[in-house]
């Protein structure tokens, strides 16, 4: 029995052939022939006939043959030795499936075996068909976008199509519509305040002395961005101690949503060594010059959170603190709540596993 797309090779001479024969006039069936005999034995000695009638012709039309008759066509497949390989693909928990296309992969026989699966997915009733294609198999995109799909999100080593086969309403996530970030106030035992310049951005050489400030990475909370972007601005050493406040702004980055977290942090080092790529000066300000900016005290939001910082600092303020909980895949996620009014629903066991 030889099995559909057993061997690229044969799989791509077939194709080729059967192009070559179906569109070209100038080739002969002798050439043809002699195309397929050179990677198949079986074609010796038959005229070109044999490969029009072959599956792998009858796959020039397979996406004009109806759903209805594609276990027909099967059948009809499998009583001539002939076995149709759909694309691997796991299902998922939403009545759709997921393909990785883990190896490299001839244009054409992927476009072929697209074909044919989407035809069984449609047939078998499924929703939306992913296909996540690495960055080296960036060859099949326009096959795959010809079959109806499209972009859905992308990262530096992969894009993930996606396709709604359904004829149920399109229930597809759309991608991540938000940012995260975060900015920090550290404010050292003589009540100076961390500050820096940045070098590049907007704030760039406008003599601003702006929080240390940061994007959150994919897979980091919030707290420890907060750490790590005081810690790379400037080389101080913090703990985290609450979230004072968060805003969410829209139509920012990309078109997309921005959460930003204004953390309080306790520094335990004080010599500064601020990030030459990113800061052009750094240091401890004066809680009074720093506020008397005209940046500050023009721009509403960071006015408002200046003067939610200072209440903290007179002990008038309690903003979120962490705890760490367990989730229902048993996973372990920070809660951010304000433990002051809250203490009383916490165990004494719940306290001693976050010290």
Same mark, same amino acid.
């Given at each position: 029995m030889?099995r559909y ?10 194709l080729? &052939?059967?192009?070559?024969?179906h569109?070209s006039?100038?080739v ?8 397929l005999?050179s990677?198949?034995? %079986? ?11 072959s ?6 039309? @397979?996406?004009s043959v /109806?759903?209805?008759s594609?276990a027909?066509?099967?059948? %009809?497949g499998h009583?001539?030795?002939?076995e ?7 299902e998922?928990?939403?009545?759709g499936?997921?393909?990785n296309?883990? %190896?490299?992969?001839?244009?054409l026989?992927?476009?072929s @075996?697209l074909?044919?699966s989407?035809?069984?997915w449609?047939e078998?009733r499924?929703?939306?068909v992913?296909?996540?294609?690495p ?8 096959a ?9 999100? &992308? =990262?530096?080593?992969?894009?993930m199509l ?7 309403p ?9 940012r995260v970030g ?5 404010m ?6 961390l500050?820096?310049?940045?070098s590049?951005?907007?704030?760039s050489?406008k ?8 994007a959150?990475?994919?897979g =980091?909370?919030?707290c420890?961005? &907060?750490?790590?972007e005081?810690? %790379? =601005?400037t080389?101080?050493d913090?703990?985290f101690?609450?979230v ?5 702004s829209h139509q920012?980055?990309?078109q997309?949503?921005d959460?930003f ?5 306790q520094?335990?080092s004080f010599k500064i060594?601020?990030q030459?790529?990113?800061i052009?000066?750094?240091?401890? @300000?004066?809680i =009074?010059?720093y ?9 509403e939001?960071?006015?408002?959170l200046t003067?939610i910082w200072?209440?903290k600092?007179?002990e008038?303020y309690?903003?979120?603190?962490t705890i ?5 895949k ?6 951010y ?8 629903l916490? /165990?004494p066991n719940s ?5």
């Amino acid at each position: 029995m030889m099995r559909y797309g057993a061997s690229n090779k044969l799989y791509r001479t077939c194709l080729l &052939a059967t192009k070559l024969s179906h569109t070209s006039s100038q080739v002969s069936p002798h050439t043809v022939t002699t195309l397929l005999s050179s990677v198949n034995p %079986e074609f010796q000695g038959h005229n070109v006939s044999n490969c029009k009638n072959s599956f792998l012709s009858r796959r020039v039309y @397979m996406s004009s043959v /109806s759903l209805g008759s594609l276990a027909a066509k099967e059948q %009809e497949g499998h009583q001539k030795g002939i076995e149709f390989q759909l694309l691997r693909a796991v299902e998922d928990q939403h009545g759709g499936v997921v393909v990785n296309i883990d %190896e490299t992969m001839d244009t054409l026989v992927f476009a072929s @075996m697209l074909d044919v699966s989407l035809a069984r997915w449609k047939e078998q009733r499924k929703k939306g068909v992913w296909i996540k294609l690495p960055i080296e198999n960036s060859n099949l995109v326009a096959a795959a976008v010809k079959a109806g799909f499209r972009y859905h999100h &992308a =990262e530096p080593d992969y894009m993930m199509l996606v396709n709604w086969i359904s004829n149920a309403p399109n229930t597809i996530p759309p991608n991540a519509s938000h940012r995260v970030g975060i900015g920090a106030f550290v404010m050292n035992s003589n009540g100076e305040l961390l500050v820096v310049q940045e070098s590049n951005g907007r704030f760039s050489g406008k003599g601003i002395w702006k929080l240390p400030t940061g994007a959150v990475n994919e897979g =980091e909370d919030i707290c420890t961005a &907060a750490i790590r972007e005081v810690k %790379e =601005e400037t080389g101080i050493d913090t703990e985290f101690v609450e979230v004072l406040a968060f805003r969410q702004s829209h139509q920012t980055f990309f078109q997309k949503s921005d959460l930003f977290f204004a953390c309080l942090l306790q520094p335990y080092s004080f010599k500064i060594q601020r990030q030459a790529s990113e800061i052009a000066a750094a240091q401890w @300000m004066p809680i =009074e010059d720093y506020v008397a900016q005209p940046f500050v005290r023009e721009n509403e939001l960071f006015d408002l959170l200046t003067k939610i910082w200072l209440s903290k600092v007179d002990e008038k303020y309690t903003g979120f603190s962490t705890i760490l909980a367990k989730t229902s895949k048993s996973k372990k996620s920070y809660l951010y709540f304000n433990k002051k009014d809250a203490s009383c629903l916490l /165990s004494p066991n719940s306290i001693k596993d976050q010290s």
